[in-house]
């Protein structure tokens, strides 16, 4: 009996010193499975899977609270941070896609950067939707179409540039997030936009004799053909809804560049000479904005006009135009004076830290629009229509963020 | 013969030898003289509405004290002593401007005239080397690599507005001011040629002109050669290069193993993977060893160290033994485990 109880002592000791080994392996576990997740980059806690969109909306949603500044309506702040995770790229779609009525406020569709998910969102809800379910990991850059239609590119293993193209036809009322697929475009495309629209693609592809060529095809490349000898590949490429496409030398410190139309098989000069040069034409106009490497901002309203120089100093690509006829132009301006060199900006060695500042292009009128204390570096800027919003990403983290424009 | 008959003979032959030339010079105030006077105009390949000087010259006529009598399509312009100079503004592409010019010196006189027509031609360049994908800046020529141009020229027939096309023209293409037979011709707007490795600059230009001559635009262009330039990024798990976040002396980073990627930019190959490209990877004095499929990336663990790494290379060609770039960047680790974990997209600057 005395054996007996004993036993039970020991078995009863052996019990609880195993439970607690156990309890001490599973919390190593966690903090490692705390550290992959985390690494996807939303300093987020681990996901729990209890919402049925899935943990990276947790992870963005879960963070949207206090991310915003200026003057709040309908509970969102005039400036504010959408995501928190970096994304690879954005744009506007149909409002919505095919179904129910069209809204005032614009609606977003972005690819997160680490997973290739798609979400949606609008510019009057803190709410944010995923759209698809499909992992795509390191996606670098992204399009999106007002019909869905998004491309997606990555660096393969080979080092080797790769383009994809889909359509993710999952509106917000659905279910759940849908599957994505994806087909693949040849692997020798340089530069490539998308027409707002979505259904057409423009290209510089290098031919097999390593001459670059202009092509434009439908969004998934049927019917491609070429527009025009580039003669080089360093551009960057430019489509507006209006069906104009300009191409901009890629730039070099101290080096004049040219800005083109391209128009009947030709390249025709749009603005030339300029060192630095970015530049910004105009929908529906002929209005464009140039600027140089120093930051000296111009605007040219016709063809047939001498430009005007602007009293803010940015750069072309840091601005967007509102809708034509309208002449205002909305600039995100550094805070400091443009210093050290465009090429070290591209390569990431340098920031600015920019505020928002509207001009009127026609009389060099300019008033401040918005200013905080965010740290942002704004690129890849674009203007909703309807509801007037800018959507930009920072440069800093690549992260999407949204000004509405009236206070 | 009488000494009389003698002299009248003697004053016959004087009258005429001195008739002569007197004679020839009242011939000659038409076209031989004219002639005899150039024009030539600066800049040579004037642009549209920019402003050229016409200048007359002479070697037969004093000008500076002769008459001179300008005429621009047709309309007199300017009439003064020495008058040798004259500016007009050149038109619109596919304009003709047409200059007459008298000059009129004691008992001579000249004439010249020309058309100025008015033309552009772009010279475009680009480096045949490295640049990662999604940059947006050009790519540079480094010693030995080669350098790709492009002309895009309008020169357009007077009265027209529609250029000429350019595969019609022809193009003289020069480096350093040697002609390149090999690339020129007609059509031959495109051209590579390869950046000199004894030159921080090379000079290259093209002349386009129309077969017949009528119509010739010129531009050049000043290439700068550059060394490649080594930038390190960290190489994410999850999101891949971090190209946008370069790293510097002083960078930290949150995990304590990291993977570092080296972008030699202008790197004179298409591939970082090429076997010509050398990269001698030193961390903390220590020479690493990498993967040789994958060469410009480094992994670091800082677990049980005090995180600080300072990263030295040497990039270097196989065969190009001016291509050489040094750098080194010291960076802190996180020492914690990897259980510390912060957005890597937090600039570090």
């Known amino acids: 009996m005395k054996i007996l109880r004993y036993i039970l002592v020991a078995s009863t000791v052996f019990i609880i010193a195993a439970l607690v080994w156990w309890y001490v392996f599973l919390r190593a576990e966690q903090g490692a499975l705390q550290t992959i997740d985390a690494g996807r980059g939303a300093n987020a806690p681990a996901p729990t899977f209890e919402s ?73 809800t803190n709410e944010l939707t995923r759209i698809t379910n499909t992992l795509f990991p390191k996606v670098y850059e992204a399009h999106v179409g007002k019909n869905g239609v998004v491309i997606i590119r990555g660096i393969d293993d080979n080092g080797n540039l790769a383009t994809s193209v889909g359509i993710a036809t999952t509106t917000p009322g659905s279910s759940s997030p849908k599957a994505l697929s994806l087909t693949a475009l040849s692997q020798n495309i340089e530069a490539l936009v998308l027409k707002p629209s ?85 929908e529906n106009s002929e209005s464009v ?65 920019d505020f928002w500042w509207s001009v009127e292009a026609n009389s060099g009128n300019a008033k401040l629009l918005f200013s905080s204390d965010a740290p942002v570096d704004v690129e890849n800027a674009r203007l909703t229509s309807g509801d007037p919003h800018i959507l930009f990403m920072n440069a800093i983290d690549k992260t999407l963020w949204a000004l509405r424009i009236a206070e | ?72 399509n047709g309309r007199v312009v300017q009439s003064d002593i020495g008058a040798t100079q004259f500016q007009i503004t050149a038109g619109e592409l596919g304009s003709e401007t047409r200059i007459y010019v008298e000059a009129q010196g004691g008992n001579a006189s000249a004439i010249a005239q020309g058309v100025v027509r008015p033309t552009e031609v772009d010279l475009l360049w680009e480096g045949d080397s490295y640049v990662p994908p999604f940059y947006r800046g050009r790519a540079l020529p480094t010693s030995g690599s080669s350098i790709r141009l492009f002309a895009i020229p309008r020169l357009v027939p007077g009265g027209s507005s529609t250029p000429i096309p350019a595969e019609d023209l022809i193009y003289t293409w020069r480096q350093g001011g040697q002609i390149l037979q090999g690339a020129s011709g007609r059509g031959r707007y495109t051209a590579t040629i390869e950046a000199s490795p004894f030159s921080q600059t090379e000079s290259v230009s093209v002349e386009v002109k129309t077969t017949d001559g009528e119509l010739r635009g010129f531009a050049s262009a000043r290439i700068p050669s550059t060394d490649p330039k080594l930038v390190l990024y960290e190489d994410h798990p999850a999101f891949g290069i971090l190209f946008h976040q370069a790293l510097i002396n002083g960078s930290t980073i949150s995990e304590s193993e990291a993977s570092f990627s080296v972008i030699p930019y202008f790197a004179p190959e298409p591939t970082l993977k090429s076997s010509l490209l050398q990269y001698a990877w030193r961390v903390n004095g220590t020479p690493l060893t990498n993967d040789p499929t994958r060469p410009n990336t480094i992994t670091l663990n800082a677990e049980g160290t005090d995180g600080n790494a300072l990263i030295e290379l040497a990039f270097t060609h196989a065969t190009n033994y001016f291509i050489s770039a040094r750098n080194s960047w010291n960076l802190t680790l996180s020492t914690l485990g990897g259980n510390v974990f912060t957005d890597p997209f937090r600039g570090n600057q």
Request: proline content about 5%; hydrophobic content about 40%; overall charge neutral.
């Open chain 1, 198 to 282: 979505g259904d057409t693609i423009l290209y510089i592809r290098e031919n097999p004799d390593g001459t670059p060529t202009l092509m434009q095809a439908l969004w998934n490349n049927a019917n491609a053909k070429t527009l025009a000898e580039t003669g080089i590949s360093g551009w960057q490429l430019q489509f507006l809804e209006d069906g104009r496409i300009f191409l901009v030398q890629n730039i070099a410190n101290g080096i004049v560049n040219n800005a083109y139309e391209v128009k009947g098989g030709r390249l025709l000069q749009s603005v030339g000479g300029v060192r630095g040069l970015m530049f910004l034409p105009q």
């Open chain 1, 52 to 124: 049925f969109i899935g943990s990276t909306y947790e992870n963005i949603v879960s963070n949207l609270s206090g991310e915003g500044n200026g003057t709040e309506e309908n509970g969102v702040p005039r400036l504010r941070r959408i995501t928190q995770s970096p994304v690879a790229g954005y744009g506007f779609v149909s409002n919505p896609l095919g179904t129910g009525a069209a809204t005032s406020s614009a609606r977003v569709r972005f690819v997160e950067r680490a997973t290739g998910y798609i979400f949606e969102t609008s510019t009057d």
């Open chain 2, 1 to 72: 013969m009488t000494h009389r008959s003698a002299a009248v003979v003697l004053l016959l032959a004087l009258a005429v030898l001195t008739l002569i030339p007197a004679l020839l010079s009242a011939q000659s105030t038409g076209t031989t003289f004219g002639t005899s006077m150039t024009l030539s105009a600066s800049p040579e390949y004037p642009t549209p509405n920019s402003s050229v000087q016409i200048k007359a010259a002479s070697v037969f006529l004093n000008l500076n004290t002769s008459v001179i009598t300008w005429y621009v």
């Open chain 1, 289 to 353: 904005l140039y600027s140089s490497e120093d930051g000296t901002l111009s605007a040219r309203m016709t063809n047939d006009v001498a430009p005007v120089t602007l009293p803010i100093k940015t750069t072309a690509d840091k601005c967007v135009w509102a809708k034509a006829p309208s002449t205002t132009v909305y600039c995100a301006v550094p805070r400091n004076a443009l210093t050290g060199s465009s090429e070290a900006r591209l390569r990431g060695e340098i920031y600015t830290s």
